[in-house]
């Protein structure tokens, strides 16, 4: 099955230390794995791909096909960065269809 | 660039009342266009795309249906809502062609009593 596992509902951190969000997913062939954001009264968005390799707004995350994973991470979390993020998998198959995980919230304090 | 909206913005119904949400998409020609749902603790689960007037996918089973009635408007219905049907909905399209990215609406809230 095509799956996106994000372990932890809540984050908390404080300002200025180093942030990892988790994210691990179930595919077999070559995944494409997206993080999205959504901030408070915003509109879901697009933060990353990893076929970008970028790292935008100090983030970055990088693809580890042996442990499955796509963490996100920020090496000094900043308060504009709480928010809910989600990780997403595109599938196989028609429809250019994303499953996402069930998000994580990050909590950035002062 | 593409802008997408959705109505009604919130939206509180009784059990077994039917549903109507829309969804329109401007800036763009024969989008994808798909219908998510946002539930507490179940992050966001995809429910319908479409790939084309007419054209729709279901993706779970379940007390909604879809339609696409014009190249830019796609409907999320019920005939008889159930309380598990509350939720935040959201229509979301392709950005741009080629791209996997999905632009989202900003939602709409259904809460049924």
């Known amino acids: 099955a095509q799956r996106v596992t994000q372990p932890e509902k809540l984050l908390s951190v404080f300002k200025g230390a180093p942030v990892e969000l988790k994210c691990n997913y179930s595919?077999?062939?070559?995944?494409?794995l997206f993080w999205y954001v959504q901030y408070s009264r915003q509109r879901l968005q697009l933060l990353l791909r990893h076929i970008s390799r970028e790292s935008i707004k100090g983030f970055t995350a990088d693809l580890n096909k042996g442990e499955t994973s796509f963490h996100l991470k920020k090496p000094f979390a900043q308060e504009e960065d709480s928010a809910m993020y989600y990780c997403?998998?595109?599938?196989?198959?028609?429809?250019?269809?994303?499953?996402f995980g069930t998000g994580t919230q990050l909590k950035v304090e002062l | 660039s593409q802008t997408i909206h959705q109505w009604p913005a919130t939206l509180v119904q009784p059990v077994g009342s039917p549903l109507s949400l829309e969804c329109t998409v401007e800036g763009t020609s024969n989008p994808n266009l798909y219908w998510y749902r946002q539930a507490a603790g179940r992050g966001l689960q995809l429910l319908f795309y479409?790939?084309?007037?007419?054209?729709i996918s279901s993706e779970v089973p379940q007390n909604l249906s879809a339609s696409r009635p014009q190249d830019r408007q796609f409907i999320l219905s019920s005939k008889k809502l159930l309380l598990s049907d509350s939720g935040f909905y959201l229509c979301a399209t392709l950005k741009g062609s080629g791209a996997n990215v999905l632009t989202f609406g900003a939602g709409s809230r259904l809460t049924v009593l």
């Open positions: 997403a998998l595109r599938l196989t198959g028609g429809g250019n269809k994303l499953t």
């Open positions: 479409s790939v084309g007037i007419g054209q």
């Open positions: 595919y077999s062939g070559s995944p494409e």
